[in-house]
């Protein structure tokens, strides 16, 4: 990534919370002349989930070096990170606020990945959830104080509320993947929340001839991207072809004679965006194919710089099962027969 690496997420307790419109932010941002005089141009992300133990928020700088290679400079942490920066948050609803403290992420468990930046220290602010309670509804500012008299950076979002899964879905229920027709997966959502993915988790062990050793793996099936409300509805609906479900499993198991499974369990994941998420995608839906413009234009809700500061929600159905139907595809159709479940 270049000219500056963005934060792709922040971990909810252990799990990284990654999506579509996540993995979207690492587009290269080409509107920065780092070879011109230089400019203090901040590179701000953050995602608010009022669920998480703690909130992280990545604050770098971009950077040009005048006497040489700016991938060489992207390898010195003083060219990334401000040396005295100060990062705060006001729940604006609450009044309640936070300064945040600035932390190595490796220490805490998230080691920046191997690329063009200097991976040590990987600097991120953060401030524990019990320091700053957040709600659905609340509004949230940010506020990055470069000094040097330079004007302070700002943004505001509003925190979403949960996701409230319909159709009486619970732990241990039965999700049924007809191979030739579709299945509907409906929702509920604050109106703050305007994009969506959702995700199946997909646990199975795995027993082969001669080893008395029972595997455990997961896969995760991403059934649906970018989905949008309709008509401004609070319930959100969206549908998934059955027969992708085998496919899915066919295309990421190795077929192997040697092999028993057991589909053990599923977990469904409900993942929402803010109004800034929605916009990001949006203008870079509009910029892509035959008749896009050559740059994608940038988007960005910061005061100053580049970046987003937003909200993001996150709601998982555990433990859930095959009916009996699936189960038997699953065991004899010829395209997943030779996967050995049984």
Same mark, same amino acid.
């Given at each position: 990534?270049?000219?500056?690496?963005?934060?792709?997420?922040?971990?909810?307790?252990?799990?990284?919370?990654?999506?579509?419109?996540?993995?979207?932010?690492?587009?290269?941002?080409?509107?920065?002349?780092?070879?011109?005089?230089?400019?203090?141009?901040?590179? $701000?992300?953050?995602?608010?989930? /009022?669920?998480?133990?703690? &909130?992280?928020?990545?604050?770098?700088?971009?950077?040009?070096?005048?006497?040489?290679? +700016?991938? !060489?400079?992207?390898?010195?942490?003083?060219?990334?990170?401000?040396?005295?920066?100060?990062?705060? !948050?006001?729940?604006?609803?609450?009044? /309640?606020?936070?300064?945040?403290?600035? $932390?190595?992420?490796?220490?805490?468990?998230?080691?920046?990945? +191997?690329?063009? =930046?200097?991976?040590?220290?990987?600097?991120?602010?953060?401030?524990?959830?019990?320091?700053?309670?957040?709600?659905?509804?609340?509004?949230?500012?940010?506020?990055?104080?470069?000094?040097?008299?330079?004007?302070?950076?700002?943004?505001?979002?509003?925190? !979403?509320?949960?996701?409230?899964?319909?159709?009486?879905?619970?732990?241990?229920?039965?999700?049924?993947?007809?191979? #030739? &027709?579709? $299945?509907?997966?409906?929702?509920?959502?604050?109106?703050?929340?305007?994009?969506?993915?959702?995700?199946?988790?997909?646990?199975?062990?795995?027993?082969?001839?001669?080893?008395?050793? $029972?595997?455990?793996?997961?896969?995760?099936?991403?059934? +649906?991207?970018?989905?949008?409300?309709?008509?401004?509805?609070?319930?959100?609906?969206? /549908?998934?072809?059955?027969?992708?479900?085998?496919?899915?499993?066919?295309?990421?198991?190795?077929?192997?004679?040697?092999?028993?499974?057991?589909?053990?369990?599923?977990?469904?994941? =409900? /993942?929402?965006?803010?109004?800034?998420? +929605?916009?990001?995608?949006?203008?870079?839906?509009?910029?892509?194919?035959?008749?896009?413009?050559?740059?994608?234009?940038?988007?960005?809700?910061?005061?100053?710089?580049?970046?987003?500061?937003?909200?993001?929600?996150?709601?998982?159905?555990?433990?859930?099962?095959?009916?009996? #139907?699936?189960?038997?595809?699953?065991?004899?159709?010829?395209?997943?027969?030779?996967?050995?479940?049984?």
């Amino acid at each position: 990534m270049r000219p500056y690496q963005y934060l792709c997420g922040m971990k909810k307790v252990a799990i990284l919370a990654v999506s579509l419109w996540i993995l979207s932010l690492t587009a290269c941002d080409q509107d920065i002349d780092l070879t011109a005089d230089w400019q203090n141009i901040p590179v $701000v992300y953050g995602l608010l989930n /009022k669920a998480d133990t703690a &909130h992280y928020i990545r604050v770098e700088k971009a950077f040009q070096d005048q006497n040489g290679s +700016a991938f !060489l400079a992207a390898l010195e942490p003083d060219s990334i990170y401000y040396s005295d920066a100060t990062v705060s !948050l006001l729940n604006l609803t609450t009044g /309640k606020s936070a300064i945040l403290q600035k $932390v190595d992420g490796a220490l805490d468990g998230y080691p920046r990945d +191997a690329g063009d =930046f200097a991976q040590l220290p990987n600097y991120l602010y953060k401030v524990k959830s019990n320091a700053l309670p957040l709600s659905g509804g609340d509004v949230v500012r940010f506020t990055l104080d470069r000094g040097e008299g330079l004007d302070k950076v700002t943004s505001e979002c509003t925190v !979403l509320d949960d996701i409230v899964p319909q159709g009486g879905l619970a732990t241990g229920s039965k999700l049924d993947f007809p191979s #030739d &027709h579709d $299945v509907t997966f409906r929702w509920r959502a604050g109106d703050e929340a305007l994009i969506f993915d959702l995700m199946l988790r997909i646990h199975y062990e795995e027993k082969l001839a001669g080893d008395p050793n $029972v595997h455990t793996y997961e896969l995760e099936w991403n059934m +649906a991207k970018g989905v949008t409300r309709s008509g401004g509805s609070s319930t959100i609906s969206t /549908k998934v072809f059955g027969l992708q479900f085998y496919n899915f499993l066919a295309e990421n198991i190795e077929a192997r004679p040697d092999a028993t499974r057991l589909l053990t369990s599923m977990d469904l994941v =409900f /993942k929402g965006g803010g109004e800034a998420v +929605a916009e990001y995608i949006s203008i870079a839906l509009a910029n892509t194919g035959i008749t896009s413009a050559q740059e994608i234009p940038v988007y960005s809700n910061l005061s100053e710089g580049r970046g987003i500061f937003t909200s993001v929600v996150e709601t998982t159905v555990p433990g859930l099962l095959l009916t009996a #139907d699936s189960e038997n595809y699953l065991q004899n159709a010829e395209v997943t027969k030779d996967l050995n479940f049984q």
